[in-house]
C-alpha cells in the first residue's frame, strides 16, 4: 500500500467507523470456521431486535452455565432402590500371599 490516497481513503473509512462505535479486532479461529465468524460479526454489527437476540444467544454460549452442585447426589436420591434395604456390606479379606 504504497499509495497514499489509498492509505489516506482507509484511514478515512476507519475513522467513520470509530465515529459509529465500530472497533477494528483480530481473531484467531480456525479456516473452516472463517465464514461463520464474519457473518456473525456482520449480523452482531446491525441494529434491531435480531442483532440483539443473536448478541445474547452467544453471550450465554460463551459464559456457559454454572455447574450446579450436587447433581450426582440427586441423581442418587432418584434413585428406584432409594429404601429397598438393600445390604452392600463386604466381607472383609486379607487376601492372598504373594511369593517375590
Given at each position: 500500500?504504497?499509495n ?25 479461529a ?17 441494529e434491531?431486535?435480531d ?5 445474547q ?22 434413585s428406584p432402590?432409594v429404601?429397598?434395604?438393600l ?14
Amino acid at each position: 500500500m504504497g499509495n497514499t490516497a489509498q492509505k489516506r481513503a482507509i484511514e478515512n473509512y476507519r475513522a467513520r467507523l470509530t465515529q459509529r462505535g465500530f472497533k477494528r479486532l483480530e481473531v484467531m479461529a480456525l479456516e473452516s470456521d472463517r465464514e461463520l465468524i464474519r457473518s456473525l460479526a456482520r449480523h452482531l454489527a446491525e441494529e434491531g431486535p435480531d442483532a440483539e437476540q443473536a448478541r445474547q444467544t452467544v453471550k450465554a454460549l460463551v459464559a456457559g452455565a454454572a455447574p450446579k452442585t450436587g447433581g450426582i447426589l440427586a441423581a442418587l436420591r432418584r434413585s428406584p432402590l432409594v429404601g429397598a434395604e438393600l445390604d452392600v456390606s463386604r466381607p472383609r479379606e486379607e487376601g492372598r500371599s504373594v511369593d517375590l
